[in-house]
């Protein structure tokens, strides 16, 4: 159950990120003055943010998603109304 928690909340995360990452290509000429000491379309610094925002994503959706898991869903549902 965990494991299709964490899987439906990292959909928006990789769409999201491969969106911004397309985004930010288009836009690396333009962005570029904005940058120092590296190239606009550098593929280390992509890299290192997508692996950032992924990361980010996954712990995000997985810490809930792990105490949501432990508890019993009979005591969630007595509480609940």
């Given at each position: 159950?965990q ?18 990452g ?15 000491e ?31 898991t ?12």
């Amino acid at each position: 159950m965990q494991r299709l928690i964490v899987a439906r909340g990292m959909l928006p995360v990789a769409v999201g990120t491969i969106a911004g990452g397309w985004m930010a290509l288009l836009l690396a000429r333009s962005l570029g003055a904005l940058v120092f000491e590296i190239s606009p379309r550098d593929p280390w610094t992509f890299a290192g943010v997508a692996v950032v925002l992924l990361a980010t994503g996954f712990v995000a959706t997985w810490l809930p998603a792990a105490r949501a898991t432990r508890i019993d869903p009979t005591v969630a549902l007595r509480t609940e109304g």
